[in-house]
């Protein structure tokens, strides 16, 4: 009898191991299974968290309009690069500074053609082609050449570079060079009066006293996305 129960007892005894052995493997088994979910449930919230930001982000920024318009249309947003780096190079002016004004005046469309009759990626005027004409001593030329995209970046990059050498006295001349693309050298010039002190009259002057809002935002997102480029070396590694 004692010899049995004793047997009863160890058996008892082993089943209860077994028994606690299992509750401890499932429990951590469990413990596992929930700490992947939580670091899976983590991971989300930050993805998550990470998009949302990013939306709001590029709604609520300049990056808004570009960030997604570069990605759908790439190939149109490079498609002028190697023609830009030409001009750029003959009139000395930086490459990154006119794709910038061609992405504020056309999004990199060649036949869009303004209220006022500018044409072209660069939105030339006829008055502006015809001083190029003139400077370039161009023996063939008519309006609607603005529409060929070699031509209207060379007279765009042209007026540019002449625009930078006229204001190249001012401590930041590419300002009054967009101000006087965007405005006309007249207007640039009644702002500078204004102001009473031409000699120091600086491009934060400019800001300050320029009184067409329209052109005012025009100079600031040409002078984001010119940035924008250079940081991220637009030219830096492109053949000519």
Request: proline content about 3%; glycine content about 6%.
């Amino acid at each position: 009898m004692h010899e049995e129960r004793a047997c009863r007892k160890e058996q008892n005894g082993k089943t209860i191991k077994q028994l606690i052995s299992r509750i401890r493997q499932g429990s951590i088994q469990f413990m596992m299974r929930f700490a992947r979910v939580g670091v899976f449930v983590a991971l989300f919230f930050a993805a998550s968290l990470l998009l949302v930001a990013g939306y709001f982000y590029i709604r609520s920024s300049a990056m808004r309009d570009y960030v997604v318009q570069e990605w759908i249309f790439s190939e149109r947003f490079a498609r002028y690069d190697s023609l830009i780096a030409q001009a750029g190079s003959r009139h000395g002016v930086n490459p990154s500074l006119v794709k910038a004004v061609i992405w504020r005046e056309t999004r990199f469309q060649s036949q869009v053609e303004g209220s006022h009759g500018e044409r072209g990626l660069m939105q030339i005027t006829e008055v502006a082609a015809a001083d190029w004409v003139n400077a370039e001593k161009v023996e063939t030329f008519v309006p609607t050449d603005l529409f060929d995209p070699k031509t209207n970046i060379e007279v765009g990059t042209w007026y540019l570079g002449r625009a930078i050498k006229h204001w190249g006295h001012k401590d930041d001349p590419i300002p009054f060079a967009l101000s006087e693309y965007n405005a006309g050298r007249t207007r640039v010039r009644r702002w500078e009066k204004s102001s009473g002190d031409i000699a120091d009259f600086s491009a934060e002057d400019l800001r300050d006293v320029m009184d067409f809002p329209l052109t005012k935002q025009y100079v600031a997102s040409i002078i984001e996305r010119y940035n924008h480029y250079l940081m991220r070396g637009e030219f830096s590694k492109k053949p000519i």
